[in-house]
């Protein structure tokens, strides 16, 4: 077998000689995490709240900025002589009055999952299946504007020219009709919040501790973002895995591609590590279950007989390959063996028995220094190399999704930001944790990086804000679907496309 | 070095008809796995000059390259025929500034970098997909064409598990993995064995009665080999002893043998290690009590001391087999997949003390709230069988278990605790002890 060589790739198909091959090293990264979706623990976590203080606590948090948006934007607007005055509650608008008004947005559809739908489902001999989409034909969908006071249903042109979901604070301009519809004239939205400088929070650490030595800033560096493993039981399809962790560890490919995987200082693992670890038993099964065990004692743990430990080691070993090389943020998605309600705690430290000694201590919060394999929320929030990162394994966006007509996904990501709400459909069609006091899906500050994990294809873009805000968002694909691996250089932001594949002829 | 490479690779690619990755190479041989990638090339070259066609080879190409019209970026792609294509989405709303549309993509045409595997038969057309090829290297070598390019998982498989007691941070080095220096690991301190003397407590409180004499065993195991005289406890323990470097030791046994040209054998014997306790099954449907189960039990226990002077007489002589031996061979990947366990051909007693050891009982016990104890699962092994496949079976395992006591649900496990058994099925390749600890008792 003749193989031509080329002087670029002679040197790995030659014969060994004596030169001696480097051993590289990694560019050093600084991650600090945040914990601004950490639930609360134990005891403290309580699901008896009602969703509806969610509500309230967003739009108390939001409206503030959509007022300040919407009062700059409409200070002299004027139709037919008038100026549009603003109104307190949805409630107070006056039918022939121009006026704006702030809350939140609400949508009717009939194909939206209902929950007395649910309750309906079990009488059902087979459910339907999940939908695509919860939008059908234009026209048939209500939007409404809701506060603490009351609902308001709107109408006019407008509100097709414009990507609205559930959750999301506006405020509207316009008149009530004699329906008792409100005119909208125009809509303004929060858009993109304060952005942090890089470094900020590093520094601002460093300036409460005085005595620390000013630490040094490496060059960046790159991070590598890949989700949906899907690291299933079966072992016959994971040699994309296999090269994957070689070419993340260096040990595949030539010197030079080496060299720059070398540079590759993290890697964001978002969401869907395993293919189906958690499938959640209908209610009907669980019945059943219940009943053929009437009269045993109730089993309590997992069915050892049902369970498959293999995508856990596997996944585990995975990473246990990769930390003595590369630290890793790691994002729970929706099949991943935690729980399914946003935000998502972090897999629990037992099923990594060999990737658990990279993490922190027991019962110790993870700090910069402790931390070197980072099992976080979904959504997760962290900077890296002074960047703030804000990522989700891709449910908010899947669900906003079916909201919309439409395909473009980074559209709908550029929208999640300037609505500063990482998932504006929960709780309606989303499910989450019922916050007490104040949703931490806002965003408070805004992130210079914005990824969003199993998507059906790569897509990246940016977004500028009122102030120079600048926002990366990426779109990332399904690693066994697409092979894709996104890369992102970590000072000027630019992202590249790693595919690893295999030739299967043709 | 040049000999030794040669040798392996005769050894595993022409005789063993392994599939050798440069990575499995490059731990065999402790090089630097650019090293590894020329040997295999140079071992490639030299067997196809000689008889062309009797080694295969894969190869890597790496490099950049426009992706196939069915994976273009779909933003992209729209913004291509941005007229055409229906207006999607619709605005956003207050948008601070206009924006042209095509701001979702600034970048040009994306070229995209590729790892691409590739069989040698379609390296030239993998090639000409490429618009620059950065590098490219022999992936493995196999002596016969692949059927399924999936089995190549089966050398990494191989890797974990035969260098699995290696320190990564350490041995890494040499292989040319990237280091990192500032690697932050905790030393291994939070997985507390469970202690000794509770369990054997357990043991005798709330096991079903399973008598450690041999008598009631031999009713349970309907095996041929039980009629035979019962092993006085010295040679079980010793058999018992230290499961994992037997099994290491007697797959170089059969390395050996494949050598001197007792090959046949060899493979039997390999098979029958694939497949585990080919006479039980039948009359045993839940598992069968090989002693894997005997092995994986034992691995819970930290009873040590009971079983040190056996293990060390084994030690030794499987240092000593060691020596004699001056390549690892490759043993089956998974710790749990049970061994026949023939290292020690003449003793014929130890190869049926085995099954004579007492089948462990599923123990619980309730303790300030949390039931422990160890329990019988089903675990799911996939090995490579002799012909190639990859088989993916059910076996029973054991595991250690604490879970909330049902009543009182109050105590938040601390996860110490939720460690335990992870780190107990790990910790199983050095210690045995559970079975000893039993029969020391009686």
Same mark, same amino acid.
């Given at each position: 077998m003749a193989v031509d060589n080329t002087p670029s790739d002679g040197a790995l198909l030659s014969a060994p000689s004596d030169t001696q091959h480097e051993t590289l090293n990694r560019s050093p990264s600084q991650y600090n995490p945040l914990n601004t979706f950490d639930l609360p623990k134990g005891e403290h976590r309580l699901y008896q709240q009602q969703y509806a203080d969610m509500y309230f606590a967003r739009l108390a948090a939001l409206k503030p900025a959509v007022e300040q948006v919407a009062a700059d934007a409409w200070v002299d607007y004027e139709i037919a002589g008038e100026t549009p005055r603003q109104v307190d509650r949805v409630l107070d608008v006056r039918q022939g009055d121009l006026c704006w008004v702030v809350g939140t947005c609400y949508m009717e559809m009939p194909l939206k999952p209902n929950v007395l739908d649910d309750i309906g489902k079990e009488h059902w001999i087979a459910a339907p299946p999940p939908r695509v989409k919860y939008v059908e034909d234009e026209g048939k969908e209500q939007m409404m504007l809701e506060d603490e006071s009351g609902r308001l249903r709107l109408t006019g042109g407008v509100l097709g020219q414009v990507l609205l979901v559930t959750g999301a604070i506006i405020a509207v301009v316009g008149t009530e009709n004699k329906d008792g519809d409100f005119e909208v004239i125009d809509v303004r939205v929060p858009d993109l919040p304060r952005q942090p400088q890089r470094w900020e929070r590093d520094d601002g650490d460093a300036a409460l501790n005085p005595k620390a030595p000013t630490p040094t800033r490496p060059q960046g560096g790159k991070v590598a973002i890949v989700s949906g493993l899907s690291i299933s039981g079966d072992a016959g399809d994971t040699l994309t895995l296999d090269l994957l962790m070689e070419y993340l560890l260096g040990e595949s490919t030539g010197p030079e591609d080496q060299a720059s995987t070398a540079q590759i200082s993290h890697l964001i693992i978002a969401g869907n590590s395993l293919s189906n670890a958690s499938p959640i038993p209908s209610r009907s099964a669980l019945l059943a279950a219940s009943a053929k065990n009437r009269g045993h004692a109730k089993k309590y743990g997992y069915d050892s007989s049902a369970y498959n430990a293999a995508p856990t080691d596997r996944l585990d070993t995975f990473l246990a390959n990769l930390l003595p090389s590369i630290p890793i943020t790691l994002l729970p998605g929706e099949h991943d063996p935690t729980s399914t309600s946003l935000p998502q705690p972090p897999i629990h430290a037992a099923m990594f028995p060999h990737s658990r000694a990279y993490m922190p201590p027991p019962n110790q919060p993870p700090t910069p220094t402790n931390t070197w394999f980072s099992p976080t929320t979904n959504p997760s929030t962290f900077d890296l190399c002074g960047y703030r990162f804000l990522g989700t394994s891709g449910q908010p966006l899947d669900d906003i999704y079916r909201y919309v007509h439409g395909e473009n996904r980074l559209e709908m990501m550029e929208a999640m930001l300037r609505w500063r709400l990482v998932a504006p459909t929960a709780p309606d069609t989303l499910w989450c944790y019922p916050f007490q006091d104040g949703d931490a899906f806002v965003m408070k500050e805004c992130p210079h990086v914005f990824f969003v994990g199993n998507q059906p294809k790569f897509e990246t873009g940016v977004v500028e804000g009122p102030r120079g805000e600048q926002v990366r968002m990426v779109a990332v694909p399904g690693f066994r679907e697409t092979g894709e691996v996104v890369v992102v250089d970590l000072e000027s932001l630019e992202v590249e496309v790693v595919k690893v594949e295999i030739f299967e002829g043709g | 070095m040049a000999q030794d490479y040669t040798e392996y690779l005769a050894i595993n690619v022409l005789n063993e008809q392994q599939i050798v990755s440069y990575r499995l190479l490059s731990r065999a041989l402790k090089v630097h796995v650019n090293f590894a990638k020329q040997m295999l090339y140079e071992f490639h070259r030299k067997q196809n000059a000689k008889k062309p066609g009797s080694v295969h080879a894969t190869y890597l190409l790496t490099g950049t390259r426009r992706p196939t019209p069915s994976q273009v970026n779909g933003s992209h792609s729209q913004e291509d025929c941005e007229d055409t294509v229906m207006q999607s989405s619709p605005m956003l709303p207050s948008r601070s500034f206009p924006q042209p549309d095509n701001e979702t993509a600034e970048e040009e045409a994306p070229l995209i970098r590729s790892i691409m595997l590739v069989k040698q038969e379609h390296l030239d057309q993998a090639k #000409? +997909?490429? @618009?620059?090829?950065s590098s490219i290297h022999i992936y493995s070598l196999e002596a016969n064409g692949l059927s399924d390019v999936q089995v190549l998982t089966e050398c990494n498989r191989k890797v974990a598990a035969d260098y699995a007691s290696e320190d990564q941070l350490e041995a890494w080095k040499q292989y040319g993995t990237i280091q990192n220096p500032n690697v932050k690991r905790r030393k291994r301190g939070t997985a507390p064995p469970p202690p000794p003397a509770p369990i054997a407590k357990t043991a005798d409180v709330k096991v079903k009665p399973a008598p450690p004499t041999a008598k009631p065993e031999q009713k349970v195991d309907s095996k041929p080999s039980s009629a035979k005289p019962t092993p006085e406890p010295e040679q079980t323990k010793k058999s018992a002893a230290k499961p994992a470097p037997a099994k290491r030791q007697n797959s170089d046994i059969f390395k050996s043998f494949a050598k001197s040209k007792t090959k046949p054998k060899g493979e039997s014997q390999s098979s029958a290690e694939a497949s585990p306790a080919p006479a039980e099954p039948e009359d045993q449907p839940m598992g069968g009590f090989s002693e894997d189960e005997a092995d994986d039990n034992a691995l819970m226990e930290a009873e040590k001391a009971s079983d040190a002077p056996a293990g060390k007489s084994k030690k030794d002589r499987a240092a000593e087999l060691e020596a004699m031996m001056d390549q690892e061979d490759e043993e089956? @990947?998974? #710790? #749990? +997949?049970?061994?026949? =366990? !023939? =290292? =020690? !051909? =003449?003793n014929a007693i130890d190869k049926v003390s085995p099954p004579k050891e007492e089948e462990p009982k599923e123990t619980v016990k309730v303790e300030n709230g949390r039931r422990r104890g160890r329990r019988r699962v089903m675990k799911k092994v996939t090995a490579k069988d002799e012909e190639g496949y990859l088989v993916t079976k059910e076996e029973a395992a054991w595991e250690s278990f604490s879970e909330d006591e049902p009543p009182p649900k109050k105590a938040r496990l601390p996860s110490a605790q939720t460690s335990s058994k992870p780190a107990a099925k790990k910790g199983g390749k050095t210690q045995g002890g559970n079975i000893m600890s039993f029969f020391g008792k009686k």
């Open positions: - | #000409a +997909t490429f @618009e620059t090829i089956m @990947e998974d #710790a #749990a +997949t049970p061994v026949a =366990e !023939p =290292e =020690e !051909p =003449e």
